[in-house]
């Protein structure tokens, strides 16, 4: 069984320019959390989805970034303008079931990069 | 704080040593878990460890839970160069919340 997709793997744009990173769920799985990763402020927690519904954005950093899922086998992180300080390791990790207590499962992370 | 604390930030020793990472929380837990992120990877889970376990296996890892003292310990036998990586500690309690990741320690295996 195939894990988490995510792409793209990497990402170079320029400032100013609309950045989207997709996720693919683990098959089954109802729950989906983006995270960010750099060194200065480690994995941060933007958003998580269960059963396809937003459940906590407070971890958004700013109306530049917006997440969507449309059905249960697809999400999309979206960040309109991007800037430098976005540059970060974005992962996208899947649970099933909506408690705290549920093993997440993680992928590969989409490197973004942006000048 | 929701998140576990993991103790200490950094470890660096010899192939074949054992590791021996801590996490503390603060909040009352269903399970802790325990992941391992190697450089540039996504997290990827190694044991989970119910509240009302003390200690549990899982090849060379060895893991103990004090919910009395809301401490874990992640022990690491017979280190590898490839055991080389961050390792998370993940308190997860009940329905309505979400399990949430601390700094995490880094260790480093050398040859």
């Known amino acids: 069984d195939a894990g988490v997709i995510q792409s793209p793997r990497h990402e170079v744009t320029e400032m100013g320019q609309e950045v989207t990173l997709r996720c693919k769920p683990i098959?089954?799985?109802?729950?989906l959390f983006w995270y960010r990763q750099t060194m200065m402020r480690g994995l941060e927690l933007l958003i998580y989805?269960?059963?396809?519904?937003?459940?906590?954005d407070s971890g958004m950093p700013e109306d530049r970034f917006s997440a969507k899922m449309p059905n249960a086998s697809f999400s999309t992180l979206k960040i309109q303008p991007s800037e430098p300080r976005d540059s970060a390791v974005y992962f996208c990790?899947?649970?099933f079931g909506g408690g705290g207590e549920d093993t997440q499962y993680f992928g590969p992370g989409t490197r973004l990069t942006v000048l | 704080s929701q998140q576990g604390e993991e103790d200490p930030q950094a470890l660096s020793i010899q192939e074949g040593e054992n590791a021996t990472m801590n996490c503390s929380y603060k909040?009352?837990?269903?399970?802790l878990q325990w992941y391992r992120q190697n450089s540039g990877r996504g997290l990827v889970h190694l044991i989970l460890?119910?509240?009302?376990?003390r200690e549990k296996h899982s090849g060379r890892l060895r893991v103990t839970l004090d919910t009395s003292k809301k401490s874990s310990s992640l022990l690491i036998t017979a280190s590898r160069a490839a055991d080389t990586a961050s390792y998370f500690c993940?308190?997860?309690?009940?329905?309505?919340?979400?399990?949430?990741f601390g700094e995490g320690t880094q260790l480093t295996v050398n040859p």
């Open positions: 989805f269960n059963n396809n519904v937003p459940i906590d």
């Open positions: 993940a308190p997860g309690r009940p329905s309505g919340s979400r399990l949430t």
């Open positions: 460890i119910r509240s009302n376990e």
């Open positions: 909040t009352s837990i269903n399970n």
């Open positions: 098959s089954g799985h109802n729950s």
């Open positions: 990790a899947s649970s």
